[in-house]
C-alpha cells in the first residue's frame, strides 16, 4: 500500500516518513509489509489511508491548482491537509485518534451496517426512522449514490430495516464487515473524544474550499472546518449532495480521485454523469499524470 509511490518519488517517500514520526511508530511498514489483518483495524487503517492520499497528492501538487475538494468520510481529513488547513502530523494524529475512538464505541456498544441498492435514499431515511424503536436505533449513514445508501445502528435495528427497505422495493441489502455502526448516533462516545482532539489541533484557512460531509457546504475557514470534522462521526456522510455541490464549484474543471482505489470515481459518475474523472493511486497513475501536465 503505497510502496511503489516511496521507491519511485522523493516527495512520497518524504511524507511517509514524516507520518512515521508523527505517530512515533513504523506505519509505513505495516502498509507495505503487513499483516494485512493488523492493517485493517480502523486505527491503523485510517491513517494508512490518509497517508497514501497525502504522498500521492506531495507528487503532483506542483501541477495542480485545486478549485475545490471533497473527501468521504475519513477522507475529509485528507482534503483539509491537501488544501493545508491541517499540517501532516496534525492531520495523521488526529485520524489516528478517529480510528482507535471509533473502535472503542463499537466495542461498548456494537453495531453494524448494511448497504441498500436499488432506492433512493429519501425512501431509505424514511425506513429507518419506522424501523428504530428506542432500544435500537438506524440511520441512514452515507448517501453514497442516488441509488446507494448504508444504514448504520444497532444491528437488530438494521436487520429489521433490511426487511422493510427490501419489501419497499430495495433490490439488495448487503451487510458490511465493519467494526462499529460509523456515522450513527452510537458513534457519540467516540465523538466526544474527537472533539477535545480537534480543539487541541492547530487549523488554518484551506486555500480552496472542501465540502463538508455532514452539511454538504464549502467550507474556507478553520474554525468551520473543525467543527464540521467535530459533527462529522454522527452525522451522515451527504455525498451525492457533496458531489453535486463540488461540480458547481469545479465549473467544467476535471476531477481527481486522489489516494487508494477507485470507487469514489464509480460514484461521481453516477451522481454527475460525464464528469471528466482522473485516478491518481498508484506510482504509474502518478507518473503518467505528471507526463501529461509536462506535455500540455
Not at 436505533?137 to 427497505?165: K, M
Not at 460509523?182 to 489541533?201: C, I, K, N, R, W
Amino acid at each position: 500500500m503505497g510502496k511503489d509511490l516511496a521507491e519511485r518519488f522523493p516527495a512520497a517517500r518524504a511524507v511517509f516518513a514524516e507520518a512515521d514520526g508523527a505517530l512515533g511508530t513504523p506505519l509505513s511498514r505495516l502498509m507495505w509489509e503487513g499483516p494485512e489483518d493488523e492493517l485493517t483495524l480502523t486505527h491503523n487503517a485510517q491513517p494508512a489511508i490518509l497517508v497514501h492520499s497525502l504522498a500521492v497528492h506531495a507528487v503532483i501538487r506542483d501541477q495542480v491548482t485545486p478549485v475545490a475538494a471533497a473527501g468521504h468520510s475519513l477522507g475529509e481529513y485528507a482534503a483539509y491537509g491537501a488544501l493545508g488547513a491541517l499540517a501532516l502530523p496534525d492531520a495523521v494524529r488526529l485520524v489516528r485518534r478517529r480510528g482507535e475512538l471509533m473502535l472503542e464505541a463499537g466495542r461498548s456498544r456494537p453495531g453494524t451496517m448494511a448497504a441498500v441498492i436499488g432506492l433512493d435514499g429519501e425512501r431509505v431515511e424514511q425506513v429507518c426512522g419506522e424501523a428504530s424503536t428506542a432500544e435500537a436505533v438506524v440511520v441512514a449513514a452515507n448517501f453514497n449514490a442516488p441509488d446507494q445508501t448504508v444504514i448504520s445502528g444497532d444491528p437488530e435495528a438494521v436487520e429489521r430495516a433490511g426487511a422493510l427497505l427490501k419489501s419497499a422495493g430495495a433490490k439488495r441489502v448487503l451487510p458490511l464487515k465493519v467494526s462499529g455502526a460509523f456515522h450513527s448516533p452510537l458513534m457519540t462516545p467516540a465523538q466526544e473524544g474527537l472533539h477535545d482532539a480537534l480543539q487541541a489541533v492547530a487549523f488554518r484557512d484551506p486555500v480552496a474550499p472542501v465540502v463538508a460531509n455532514a452539511s454538504a457546504e464549502a467550507v474556507d475557514r478553520a474554525e468551520t472546518a473543525r467543527a464540521q470534522l467535530d459533527a462529522q462521526l454522527t452525522a451522515p456522510v451527504r455525498w451525492v449532495a457533496s458531489m453535486q455541490r463540488l461540480a458547481v464549484l469545479a465549473a467544467g474543471a476535471p476531477f481527481l480521485e486522489v489516494g487508494p482505489g477507485s470507487v469514489l470515481s464509480g460514484l461521481l459518475k453516477r451522481i454527475v454523469p460525464g464528469v471528466a474523472v482522473t485516478n491518481l493511486g498508484t506510482a504509474d497513475e502518478a507518473a503518467e499524470f505528471l507526463h501529461r501536465q509536462g506535455d500540455a
